[in-house]
């Protein structure tokens, strides 16, 4: 059976309480969305965007969690504290945190392997840079990312693949669709050879998705959702979106 499709989105570092009016407007739009919702909003916003949901099938979840379940780490937050406020997932290995914090794919690894210790279904990000891109490494990266960021203890319920080219984060460059089907195809094969229900791990693109390209992207065979950044700020960009993947 197809796994079903994930429409996440990722606020960064945007938002504050006046916010949780796109929340609002979003539910009303998607009452009885038939895929899987999710918003991963700053930290700040997750117990409130928790209650806001009250029984809405929105998902929330944290965009990083620490390696420890809990210790002296200022300013981090633990896995467990994430679940506590309401989320049941987290983006990890973004490579915005990548780049930013430094973060390996070891780290991730152990992230991942911490944020499954709470429960939470981790969103294990990886993808190529423009020079990886243009020097023709995407396979071997993409490939090499994979194998080091995600766990033993994956599972397709635990854990969700997000592909996001780095150079198409923010910038409105995306892919060819031939491109995505080659790494997506490539992930999956990756994910069948190495579990045992690889077959059914949701594989998202992220990068520069929009109302405009949503439908096209979600065509594409191995694409399970998306993860999408500045277009699910708004409910009205991220409603057409979600009714793309509804459509799928
Ligand atoms: P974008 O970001 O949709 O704004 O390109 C995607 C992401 O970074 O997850």
Known sequence: MAPRKLAAGNWKMNGTAAALAEVQALMAAHAAPNVDLLICPPATLLAQMNWAKQAHPLAIGGQDCHTDASGAHTGDIAAAQLADAGATHVILGHSERRADHDETDALVRAKATAAHAAGLIAIVCIGETLAERESGTTLTIVGGQLAGSVPED??????????????????????????????????????????????????????????GNAADIFAVPDVDGALVGGASLKAADFSPIIAALERA
């Open 154 to 211: 994956a599972t397709a319920a635990n854990t969700v693949i997000a592909y996001e080219p780095v150079w198409a984060i923010g910038t409105g460059k995306v892919p060819t669709l031939d491109q995505i089907a080659e790494v997506h195809s490539t992930i999956r094969a990756d994910l069948v050879a190495r579990f045992s229900d690889g077959a059914n791990f949701r594989i998202l693109y992220g990068g520069s998705v929009k109302p």
